[in-house]
């Protein structure tokens, strides 16, 4: 089971917006899993950024990430909400964080920043 003890919610890579420039989340598995793999995905579960890959994860041992809003080219990822997925496959098992990440650009209008909040659960 995936437990995530922090994270961002909103973030805005510019500066120039509501909270840091980069999301930061820390999470850890109830079980050891040698071979993890750690991805940003999009509203259609697409990988916009595998942000750890071949990771040995013990049980119950946090583990601490960031993402800039690059996608895997790194190149600007899109303003949109996003989630983490971890994919362990030692134990059989793609686990998707419910709560969400808003990535804002650009001054984005209050409203729109708050529309993103409201989906971020």
Do not use: C, H, K, N
């Not at 909270?19 to 697409?46: K, M, N, W, Y």
């Not at 990440?101 to 001054?107: D, E």
Request: charged letters at 35%; hydrophobic letters at 40%.
């Amino acid at each position: 089971m995936l437990e995530v003890s922090r994270q961002t919610p909103v973030f805005a890579p510019e500066g120039g917006g509501p909270g840091p420039r980069e999301a930061e989340f820390s999470f850890f598995l109830r079980e050891s899993e040698p071979d993890a793999s750690v991805e940003i995905i999009g509203p259609e579960e697409e990988v916009v950024r595998r942000l750890a890959a071949d990771v040995d994860l013990e049980a119950d041992e946090e583990l601490t990430l960031r993402w800039d809003g690059a996608d895997q080219l790194g190149l600007p990822a899109r303003p949109d909400i996003y989630r983490i997925r971890v994919l362990a496959p030692g134990l059989g098992r793609e686990m998707i964080w419910p709560r969400r990440i808003a990535l804002v650009r650009g001054g984005r209008p209050v409203s729109v920043i708050r529309e993103l909040r409201e989906r971020t659960g």
